[in-house]
């Protein structure tokens, strides 16, 4: 098992630990909100599809170890159910740039305001995973 397939299954069983009890239906995050774009982001980081990653982060220098894969099957399951369930939480927020946390990843992310809609500042994860293969970010 490589550092990817580590560190998914790890943040799914992170995620079902620290899960909302109870909570089994989608959360409908009001569209076009940093709330929606982050949990697209998540979702669709367990494709690891361009196409699907791209359009929700901030072009930037090593994005492309964002979409070389998706996570095994049996982990992905598990993290899009709570995924689709999870709390998001607003840490910060002014009307350019917001913060927010989850179960889904150890650190806050922020996203920032790109024309009408939200980009997400992935810098935390391309930057594990340049390591985790072994290159500097």
Same mark, same amino acid.
């Given at each position: ?47 690891? #599809? ?7 982060v ?26 689709? #369930? ?9 009307p350019?740039?917001?913060?927010? #946390?989850?179960?889904?990843?150890? #650190? ?25 293969k072994?290159?500097?970010?």
């Amino acid at each position: 098992m490589g550092p990817r397939h580590s560190l998914a299954l790890s943040a799914a069983l992170l995620a079902l630990a620290s899960g909302c009890p109870g909570r089994s239906s989608p959360v409908k995050d009001p569209a076009g909100s940093p709330e929606a774009t982050y949990r697209k982001f998540m979702l669709a980081n367990l494709e690891g #599809t361009e196409e699907k990653i791209k359009p929700l982060v901030i072009d930037q220098p090593g994005v492309e170890v964002l979409w070389q894969g998706p996570y095994p099957p049996e982990v992905a399951k598990i993290a899009r159910a709570q995924y689709q #369930t999870m709390e998001i939480i607003r840490v910060t927020q002014s009307p350019k740039r917001v913060t927010l #946390t989850s179960a889904a990843v150890a #650190t806050e992310l922020a996203l920032v305001r790109v024309g009408g809609g939200w980009r997400l500042d992935a810098s935390p994860i391309i930057e594990y995973r340049l390591r985790a293969k072994g290159h500097a970010p």
